[in-house]
């Protein structure tokens, strides 16, 4: 009988998943960044031998966290049984960090945990809703993403991978809720001090108690704010302090936290990162300087010659040149000659004005490529308020595939449940451009598509499909779908509608557009 050979990078799993980089290993399984060969993007890919008794556990509790749809839950996307001696679970791949290894530089300012662990409570309330719970909420499941978005990984599974030992013998759904308060709780407790209450977990410190209680956020660390001490409390004290009433559920907690702000009279211990309105996270992640000597405890050095002013250009010594020659009458001939570069260059302009207004916007000439799309907006004439999810319409045209917009959730037919007649994107390409075939990346299938063109005198985002033309019509596209448009079409407008939805479960539609390339010429 020959040895099991671990698996390695180059490996092939499932005639598609090629393992990259090793992300981690923890309690016996590993984590793997892996390329899908067929639809040309990253995954992730979570893997346990099909020899270790938890294996048929761990593919179930996969298995029953996809009934939890909130985007901030990295997909499930395929469930592989005994591949090569191995049970793998197939989720979406984000490029983000673990809250542990920022939490293990320095603890995050007031309003940025805040935010944080507020999505993280509204995820989790609706996978409560959903009967499904995490049971292992710790820093290292939780990601942040440089677009600035949090994710959770390991709902269910972590607890299917928990170590042997001591399990949780709680028999009701309602004990299981209040692990995954408790550790809300913990995660904001330790995002602003960097100490975990209770035992050592992810490389962060146990918090200190007193006489058996916890040590409230203020006592830890200064600077903490008082609204974020007060809500840890309410979630962690037994009872909470002062009598306020305590939180025992996740939808309270990212409500409160939502409307928690900074103490008027807090001295920020991080000012230069608290006044930055940027979207990023991670550019408002504690950054630690690395430090050096003290000034004086150095001396002097000559100072290089590679800071020494450059010699000057050829063109720096025409202009001085040019200065003293203007010196005298000299300057006066200089400036009549400028003066009529001047009105001659002016007339030119005016006349290759007339000329380009004249003259076809486009050059037939220039070959097909493709063409940048400058800005994604969601296209829903039909709803209520005419929006469509529209804070993720931009995540189509971002060139990564991991990300995308999604519609609504429609529930009895792939035909938006009979409600509307579709719903989609317009996409700006910036000026009149020569359209010639699309690209989409889908999410899961069927999907019917219809493209329309706006006119060329169309000058403004179209909100409704009145003079619109049809261009392109694709019924039960793949994820994958190359689409040709008619010849000569001319537009700043495009605008993708989907007709019909793949289905998610069991009489529930969504449809998804990860990625948009469109080509043409301009």
């Given at each position: 009988m020959t040895e099991r050979r671990s698996l390695a990078s180059g490996d092939v799993l499932a005639r598609r998943y090629e393992l990259q980089d090793l992300v981690n290993e923890r309690h016996g399984s590993s984590t793997w960044r892996a390329h899908d060969q067929?639809?040309?993007?990253?995954?992730?890919?979570?893997?346990?031998?099909?020899?270790?008794?938890?294996?048929?556990?761990f593919l179930d509790a996969a298995r029953e966290s996809t009934s939890v749809t909130d985007p901030r839950f990295l997909r499930v996307l395929d469930l592989i049984e005994d591949e090569q001696r191995h049970h793998l679970v197939v989720r979406e791949w984000a490029?983000?960090?673990p809250l542990d290894q920022l939490l293990a530089q320095s603890p995050l300012p007031n309003r940025r945990a805040a935010t944080v662990v507020a999505e993280v409570a509204e995820a989790m309330a609706h996978a409560h809703e959903h009967g499904v719970y995490h049971r292992r909420l710790t820093p290292h499941q939780v990601l942040l993403k440089q677009s600035g978005a949090v994710r959770v990984v390991g709902l269910g599974v972590a607890t299917a991978l928990a170590p042997v030992g001591r399990q949780d013998t709680l028999s009701d759904l309602q004990a299981y809720e209040q692990l995954d308060v408790q550790a809300i709780g913990k995660l904001l407790y330790a995002s602003v001090t960097g100490r975990w209450p209770g035992a050592d977990v992810d490389g962060l410190v146990a918090a200190p108690a007193e006489h058996g209680r916890l040590l409230r956020p203020r006592q830890v660390r200064a600077g903490?704010?008082?609204?974020?001490d007060t809500i840890a409390d309410r979630i962690l004290g037994s009872p909470p302090r002062h009598h306020e009433p305590p939180l025992r559920k996740a939808a309270d907690i990212a409500h409160t936290l939502r409307l928690?702000?900074?103490d008027d009279d807090l001295h920020d211990d991080q000012p230069s990162l608290a006044a930055i309105s940027s979207p990023d996270l991670l550019r408002l992640d504690p950054v630690i300087v690395p430090g050096g000597p003290p000034p004086g405890l150095e001396p002097p050095r000559?100072?290089?010659?590679?800071?020494?002013?450059?010699?000057?250009?050829t063109f720096e010594r025409g202009k001085q040149k040019a200065r003293r020659a203007a010196k005298g009458d000299r300057g006066l001939v200089l400036l009549g000659v400028a003066g009529a570069l001047v009105i001659l260059s002016l007339l030119g302009f005016l006349v290759s004005r007339q000329t380009d207004r004249a003259a076809d916007p486009i050059d037939d000439s220039s070959p097909v490529r493709v063409l940048p799309v400058q800005r994604a907006v969601d296209f829903d004439p039909?709803?209520?308020d005419g929006r469509e999810n529209r804070d993720q319409a931009r995540l189509a045209i971002d060139g990564l595939p991991t990300t995308g917009w999604q519609t609504s959730t429609?529930?009895?037919?792939?035909?938006l449940g009979g409600v509307k007649d579709g719903v989609g994107l317009v996409l700006d390409l910036g000026g009149l451009r020569e359209v010639d075939s699309l690209r989409l990346r889908l999410a899961g299938s069927p999907t019917s598509i219809v493209v329309y063109a706006a006119s060329e005198d169309t000058d403004r985002t179209p909100r409704v499909r009145r003079g619109l033309t049809d261009v392109a019509t694709v019924d039960s596209a793949g994820s994958d779908a190359s689409i040709a448009l008619r010849s000569g079409i001319v537009t700043r407008y495009l605008v993708v509608w989907?007709?019909?939805l793949p289905e998610v479960e069991p009489g529930v539609f969504r449809g998804e557009i990860d990625d948009v390339v469109v080509r043409g010429r301009s």
């Open positions: 067929v639809l040309n993007r990253n995954v992730g890919l979570e893997i346990i031998s099909s020899a270790d008794p938890r294996a048929g556990h490029r983000a960090f903490v704010s008082r609204d974020i928690s702000g900074e000559r100072r290089p010659k590679a800071f020494e002013p450059a010699p000057p250009t039909q709803g209520e429609y529930l009895g037919s792939p035909e989907l007709t019909s």
